[in-house]
């Protein structure tokens, strides 16, 4: 009886969902324990062998942990809502829901064929009503609540409206905007609606506010930073320039220093935590106040050096920082507009990376020095981005190369104020001012301080004098949640007279409207500004027509929608409740599964959507309604599976194609072949079929500079994609090898958290690995062959190896080794003709987390009703491991001749008995006695003289 993969995989995968085999359950007896993908986003392109790796890995351990006695909850679900479905509607006029649902069909089909543990009952979907119903009343949570820093965590918008209505807002300790203007309770009570609506935006967690923002004029839409790549939309390739918009924001730098604290809490990699801290960015310094000269204004500046204060010779701010209008003088203006304009087209990231370029502009504006009253001239300078802490810096070329780099680029130019550049880390404030001709008016308080005390005294003067004092700063900004497309999330916000009023809860959700285009308005609204039924009835509490529309009884809605992390910064949690309508999950779920125990998926989330999700959590458990404060316990980064790309070589010159060995000394282009055209062992194109090939049709005519009349190919390892032609579709593995071979080779491959290229000539062992398997239970002619008689030693020792290590290996996450083990053992139990239960029992159990379709079927074809998956795994009995003899190197003056298998229980005088009484041993002595016999039980054997 042979193994047909096919038959025996569609039968399994179809039993499977019948019988909702891996569905969980919210209330067991059994220890729980939560495996999760980070989801995928549904792409028309569907899945290539690249996709599957970290899937498997968490099926692994799922399906382990079921076989452990588990309650396990593996679900999986789609990041539905985003730009690339939206540009495709843009482009083909279908709606991005329908190409959506159509992708996420093709996507399960494929994940169904591999043979997936998942609970599919539990199916998200983030751009379902039913599913961002919840997402839009977590928004509004967000919305009426603050950070309260004596607390240190959010709270009720009421509670804070209690404090302004008791005792205004001096003495209240929040996270909230720059420059709150104080008032008394008197005058809160005296205010408007609309300006108490106003006060409280400056300490809500979501707000508006005006915003700098990565703006694409081609795509109609604010990118995040991660969408941009070069200084162009990562979709498209388009321009994208900084631009100033009314945006709403999410607060999460109150959480800047909860998010540094729980990193040491998590099993998460260093290299992923480090990326994190650098995000936040903490630093700890002081805030610095310059007073303008002829201007009723004030530069702030933070520094974590106030040390070197005296050392500030000019200031620099960004380009985008709202002073620059305002104190730029008449002569400086054409220069500092055309400067903000080009600057404007640089990507913050394209900014941040540029430590070479130097340029800047004289505002002809000068601040003052707070204690040496010196003029200091105000620059504006790209290098310095209006996000990062006030959008404004002290230069001190003394202390800083890139301030002294700007500083001497600049010195005298143009007619410029000339910029002192004395540069000199370790400068004492006397030795400067001695070189720079500066009297250091009041600097005696600083004479014989070193860099801590000194820190600490300026800070304590600049309080003295009103000019400052000492902070904590982030680097970590509010995250920008307004997006101005159509396939996102719909805020559940009308306006009234301008200010934002959230739609009830019950009334929710707010769902997408029809549109009859997606793109932006003829007078540059968000493409919802295209619904012609997008306003709100205070009456009725629906969504009506726009023509209703009286700002009495009916206002407008918002018309941006949420940003894609919106869906995805929850989700794990509704899984854990998926049907609940009510509540995104109920109390006792949260409570039964917590969080997640193991979170699979890549590293470039690192400081997106786990950075968000981590902050989502953490609200949502100050508020009640999350378990635990970090949402992921341990996180594995899978590496990026590579593909192979073949080229052909084009000359610069000509229409000649060089095959890969002739092309020494020509310049050549290397251009990207479909793998259908070449032979992937050879490495041969085949060059008629690349002739008739659609996208070279160019090359009809091609010249072939062939090699001992081939056209080899060149090969480059690359990451897997589309344009590179690289891409292999795991359905035509699982169709010629089976989902169990594509399994067990992804794992095979190498660790899960490294690269690895692609080889599918390599497939074939395990494939073959497999068939071998399947025969030590069945005889090609007669079927199953199986006895019921006691093992010998040896079949035991090879299966309870083989327990031990791949049971180390799923708890340490090391499957390339457990997959190298099963073919050892499979070898061993071939060579000792095992046909045992007592051993082929076990190891169906011990392959299935791996391979479950074959493993299935064994069992039943063993006499076993229902499923393998929840058969308690094997334990290892070290007794079968203890070695009961030794083979032991026997030496002649410390030169090994020969090797002699003992029992280990012998004594020494029994052990040399036997070896001078061998053969061997009589042969090499050749009459002599040795003048002594060394022996090391269970180690070594040596005769000397």
């Known amino acids: 009886m ?203 967690l979501t707000y508006l506010a005006e915003t700098e923002v990565n703006w694409c004029p081609a795509l109609g839409t604010v990118l995040a930073n991660d969408e941009i790549v070069n200084g162009v939309s990562e979709r498209g390739g388009h321009p994208v320039i900084r631009k100033k918009m009314t945006q709403w924001s999410m607060r999460i730098s109150a959480y800047a220093e909860r998010l540094l604290q729980g990193l ?84 913050e990231r394209e900014r941040m990376a540029d430590v070479k370029t130097i340029s800047g502009v004289f505002t002809g504006a000068y601040a003052e020095h707070p204690f040496t009253k010196e003029s200091i001239p105000v620059w504006i300078g790209d290098y310095v981005l209006a996000g990062y802490g006030t959008g404004a810096v002290m230069a001190v070329p003394a202390g800083d190369e890139r301030d002294y780099a700007f500083a001497n680029f600049f010195k005298g130019q143009n007619g410029m104020p000339e910029i002192k550049n004395i540069f000199n880390q370790d400068i004492s404030q006397e030795a400067f001012a001695a070189k720079e001709g500066f009297e250091l008016t009041n600097s005696d308080f600083l004479n014989g301080l070193g860099y801590k005390a000194a820190t600490k005294k300026i800070i304590e003067e600049l309080e003295k004098i009103h000019h400052g004092k000492g902070k904590t700063n982030y680097r970590l900004r509010d995250a920008v949640f307004s997006r101005q497309r159509y396939w996102g999330e719909p805020f559940p916000v009308y306006y009234v007279n301008g200010m934002p009023q959230m739609i009830d809860s019950k009334y929710l959700p707010i769902v997408l409207p029809e549109v009859e285009k997606y793109l932006p308005t003829e007078d540059g609204q968000p493409p919802l500004g295209n619904s012609t039924k997008w306003a709100w009835s205070i009456v009725t509490n629906e969504v009506v027509d726009n023509d209703k529309i009286d700002n009495e009884t009916v206002f407008p809605l918002e018309l941006n929608t949420m940003p894609g992390w919106a869906g995805s910064s929850w989700y794990w949690m509704r899984y854990m409740d998926a049907h609940n309508d009510a509540e995104f999950a ?139 032609y690289n891409v292999v579709n795991p359905d035509d593995i699982c169709n010629d090898y089976g989902a169990d071979t594509l399994r067990l080779y992804e794992m095979f491959l190498g660790p899960l958290e490294q690269a690895k290229p692609w080889n599918t000539a390599g497939i074939t062992g395990v494939s073959g690995f497999l068939k071998k398997l399947w025969r030590l239970y069945f005889d090609d002619n007669t079927g199953l062959n199986i006895s019921d008689g006691e093992p010998t030693a040896d079949m035991y020792k090879s299966l309870h190896k083989t327990i031990k290590k791949v049971t180390e290996d799923i708890e340490n996450f090391s499957f390339n080794t457990s997959v190298s083990q099963f073919m050892i053992c499979v070898n061993e139990l071939s060579t ?11 190891l169906a159990i011990v392959i299935s987390p791996y391979a479950p379709h074959i493993a299935e079927e064994l069992w039943s074809q063993l006499g076993h009703e229902g499923s393998i998956s929840t058969v308690a795994f094997p334990i290892c009995e070290e007794k079968y491991l203890v070695e009961s003899e030794k083979e032991y190197p026997v030496s002649f003056n410390g030169k090994m001749r020969f090797t002699i298998k003992l029992p280990l229980d012998l004594t020494v005088p029994q052990i040399q008995e036997i070896v001078l009484a061998d053969e061997r041993t009589i042969k090499q002595l050749d009459g002599r006695t040795p003048n002594k016999v060394i022996i090391v039980p269970g180690k070594v054997i040596n005769l000397v003289g």
Request: charged residues 25%; aromatic residues 14%.
């Open 832 to 842: 000792l003709k095992c046909n045992h239960r007592k051993i082929l029992e076990p």
């Open 264 to 347: 040491d809490t998590i099993d998460w990699s260093e290299s992923i935590k480090e990326s994190q801290r650098n995000w936040i960015g903490k630093s700890v310094g002081a805030s610095v106040d310059f007073k303008l000269k002829h201007h009723h204004a004030t530069i702030s500046v933070f520094t974590t050096r106030p040390d070197t204060i005296f050392g500030v010779t000019f200031m620099t701010l960004a380009p985008e920082h709202e002073l620059v209008s305002q104190i730029t003088s008449p002569e400086q203006k054409a220069a500092v507009d055309a400067y903000v304009e080009a600057t404007a087209k640089r990507s």
């Open 586 to 724: 109920s109390k006792e779920a949260l409570k039964y599964w917590e969080s997640v125990d193991l979170y699979i998926g890549g590293s470039e989330h690192a400081t997106g959507h786990l950075l968000y999700s981590r902050f989502w959590n953490k609200f949502l458990k100050d508020k009640g309604f999350a378990p635990t404060e970090e949402p992921f316990k341990k996180l594995i980064n899978q590496g990026m599976i590579l593909g192979m790309s073949a080229f052909v070589y084009r000359s610069e010159d000509s229409k000649k194609l060089y095959s890969k060995g002739l092309i020494t000394g020509e310049k050549v282009h290397p251009i990207h072949v479909d793998l259908a055209v070449i032979n992937d062992i050879t490495n041969e194109l085949d060059i008629k079929a690349f002739k008739n090939h659609p996208l070279y049709a160019d090359y009809k005519d091609a010249e072939f500079i062939l090699e001992n009349g081939k056209y080899i190919v060149g090969r480059e390892v690359e990451k897997m994609s589309k344009s590179k």
């Open 2 to 204: 042979k193994y047909f993969h096919e038959k025996t995989e569609e039968k399994w995968q179809q039993y499977w969902a019948k019988n909702q085999t891996f569905a969980a359950t919210n209330n067991s007896d059994k220890p729980k324990y939560y495996v999760l993908d980070m989801f995928p986003y549904p792409s028309g392109a569907g899945l290539h062998v690249g996709h599957p790796l970290g899937y498997i890995a968490s099926d692994i351990v799922a399906r382990f942990k079921r076989h452990k006695g588990f309650n396990v909850l593996h679900p999986q679900g789609y990041d539905s809502f985003g730009l690339p479905a939206e540009q495709y509607a843009i482009q083909t006029g279908q709606h991005p829901e329908k190409t959506t649902r159509e992708n996420i069909a093709r996507y399960r089909e494929q994940l169904d064929k591999i043979g997936f543990s998942f609970d599919w009952s539990r199916e998200v979907r983030t751009s379902n009503a039913d599913y961002y119903k919840h997402t839009q009343w977590i928004f509004i949570q967000l919305f009426n609540s603050w950070y309260n820093k004596d607390t240190d965590k959010a709270e009720d918008i009421s509670t804070l409206i209690d404090i302004f209505e008791k005792a205004g807002n001096a003495t209240v300790h929040a996270v909230c905007d720059d420059n709150i203007e104080i008032f008394f309770a008197s005058e809160w009570n005296d205010f408007s609606s609309e300006e108490k609506q106003k006060r409280l935006l400056q300490y809500r």
